[in-house]
């Protein structure tokens, strides 16, 4: 046929003479000349790009084997083009091939174009372009082997990434990258996941990328979306890159890059310098596939360094008042349970975490876990405690009057919220429900007497003329019983000290109150810390104590102080508990 075409040529012969005619592909000849057919044989062409870009992609050379024998190159023709096509000598001008399909070359000269013999091959790129990533098969070094199959004639076989065809295609080559990742951890616990941070990655001043949590585990990856999907970097590009994309393929490209927590996780403190300011975490890709893990102070390439948030923590306390007279009250009792499900209303995974219990100030309550029953802290999803350094870390709890005042209705059975949101803040609970926390040190809660019971019914029916009239002289009907009136709990009645006031003592003399005492302990009595009962201190040897409402020093006859002892309210009774106590101390600020 021509040459590119589909036409069979017509060679002319004239037969004007006798004898034998010879014919060849050129016209008639003489028997030594021949009639030749070509194998059929195609040529190929690559055409190079950048990523997505468009750019072309110079610098590089194919080999290409039948088996594992090499027959050909693919290098860059004209040079500088991007544009690759068959060879027989390499870029570096080493020896031709001259490889023989039998007796045939695989390299056919048809019309001054170098093609390849009809058959099945496959190629990869032996040389890549500097800066790029060599075109190796997934999470190997092993370059890729593309095949590639020729069967029309003459029909230039275009090479791609993905496959081969008669229509044109491209090679992309993608630039070296790497990726950065974060393995977040709470700094009391590095075993316990946190959830719901954000990283921004920069490239000077410009955003490039996001790192955000991948699934549930605490750790984050790069993302060229951030957490809430409202905003993308997916289109952000280096001019010094041809306009390449920063982030491809969730890897950045090679380079100098600052990173920022720009959102902590909730119920924690900010990654942020003395001064307030988010801290920026410097690093380096300089390596393809190189993976970079960031911490609190640097880069690190083990996959198990972590970066730290500290937890918020708050405190809870409360101011427990009669609701006529405001005065205090001692003897409650509250529970704080943790609230561990999105629903307000869902109670089934409350953890019981610590309890509110009366401080050495009346009717003033803190929290404490004297009567947590769990043998370990209780600690949320995450594995921390939620009780640190005497404070609750941040989160929505809940609690609920166990035991009131003697004499006073009880607030049991109904949880009110609160929620600690701020670090080292205070927040005094009321009575509210949904909301039961402020600021305020006057907040108070309160509770209401018990009134009195009902009168008993009225008598009626016969009896003796006295009962049946009134005190009107009336007659016939019943009289009317008083009312009985519940007279208020007595009042513990303070000791008379007949010394002279003594100094306060040091800063935390004061032991904590027995938490329970037996039955038969009467009001007002004197007893231990494990609530058992003393004999009475007589006044003579009480001084009261300065500035300190309710607590006693006991003098020795040489008139040292041997013992302190402080009103409280244990179990609805009121008592005076040995607070502390001196022993052979001449000194007793020193304390024994």
Not at 225 to 250: C, E, F, P, Q, W
Not at 391 to 403: C, D, M, Q, R, S
Not at 540 to 555: F, N, R, T
Request: aromatic letters at 8%; a negative charge.
């Amino acid at each position: 046929k021509t040459t590119g075409t589909s036409t069979h040529i017509r060679h002319p012969f004239n037969m004007a003479n006798t004898g034998t005619i010879y014919l060849t592909n050129a016209g008639m000849g003489t028997a030594s000349d021949k009639f030749t057919n070509r194998m059929i044989s195609a040529p190929i062409e690559l055409n190079k790009k950048i990523e997505d870009t468009g750019v072309s992609l110079t610098g590089a050379e194919f080999t290409v084997y039948s088996g594992t024998t090499p027959v050909a190159y693919l290098t860059e023709q004209p040079a500088s083009s991007g544009t690759y096509k068959l060879s027989n000598t390499n870029s570096l001008g080493a020896s031709p091939l001259n490889v023989k399909n039998g007796s045939i070359d695989y390299l056919q000269n048809v019309g001054g174009k170098l093609q390849l013999l009809k058959g099945s091959y496959t190629f990869e790129e032996t040389t890549t372009p500097l800066g790029f990533a060599d075109d190796y098969a997934t999470n190997t070094t092993d370059l890729i082997k593309h095949a590639v199959t020729i069967i029309d004639d003459s029909k230039t076989v275009y090479l791609g990434n993905t496959g081969f065809g008669t229509t044109a295609r491209n090679f992309i080559n993608t630039y070296n990258r790497g990726e950065v990742r974060i393995n977040k951890r709470d700094s009391s616990n590095i075993l316990g996941p946190l959830h719901g941070a954000e990283f921004t990655v920069y490239a000077g001043t410009t955003a490039v990328a996001y790192l955000t949590e991948s699934g549930n585990t605490g750790n984050y990856i790069l993302s060229s979306i951030s957490r809430h999907g409202r905003d993308s970097l997916a289109n952000v590009t280096n001019s010094s890159a041809n306009n390449a994309k920063y982030l491809l393929n969730g890897k950045l490209l090679m380079g100098n890059y600052e990173l920022e927590e720009t959102i902590a996780p909730s119920g924690y403190l900010p990654d942020v310098d003395i001064s307030g300011q988010l801290n920026r975490h410097a690093f380096n890709l300089t390596t393809n596939g190189q993976i970079v893990y960031i911490t609190n102070s640097g880069t690190d390439p083990s996959s198990s360094a972590i970066f730290t948030n500290v937890v918020k923590k708050g405190e809870l306390r409360l101011n427990k008042v009669d609701s006529s007279s405001l005065a205090p009250l001692s003897g409650a009792e509250f529970k704080v349970y943790a609230h561990k499900k999105l629903s307000d209303s869902d109670h089934s995974s409350d953890v019981h975490v610590a309890n509110l219990i009366e401080s050495q100030i009346e009717g003033s309550y803190v929290i404490s876990t004297s009567g947590v029953t769990s043998t370990t802290p209780p600690v949320n999803d995450s594995g921390v405690d939620y009780l640190q350094d005497g404070k609750l870390i941040a989160g929505k709890y809940e609690f609920v009057e166990t035991v009131t005042p003697q004499g006073y209705n009880i607030d049991g059975g109904r949880l009110h919220s609160v929620t600690i949101s701020d670090d080292n803040s205070i927040l005094y609970l009321n009575n509210n429900f949904t909301n039961a926390g402020n600021t305020s040190s006057s907040t108070v809660f309160t509770n209401v007497l018990t009134p009195p019971p009902p009168p008993p019914p009225t008598s009626s029916g016969g009896g003796d003329r006295d009962r049946d009239s009134d005190s009107r002289g009336g007659g016939g009907g019943g009289v009317v019983a008083p009312p009985v009136v519940q007279p208020r709990p007595k009042p513990l009645s303070s000791p008379v000290p007949t010394r002279p006031p003594v100094q306060s003592p040091p800063q935390g003399t004061f032991s904590p109150p027995p938490t329970t005492i037996p039955s038969d302990v009467p009001q007002g009595s004197f007893v231990d810390q494990t609530g058992q009962l003393l004999p009475k201190v007589p006044d003579a040897e009480l001084a009261p104590v300065e500035g300190i409402k309710d607590v006693y020093a006991q003098v020795d006859s040489s008139g040292k102080v041997v013992a302190y002892w402080k009103k409280a309210v244990v179990k609805g009774k009121a008592v005076y508990y040995l607070a502390a106590q001196y022993f052979n101390n001449d000194n007793p600020s020193t304390g024994a």
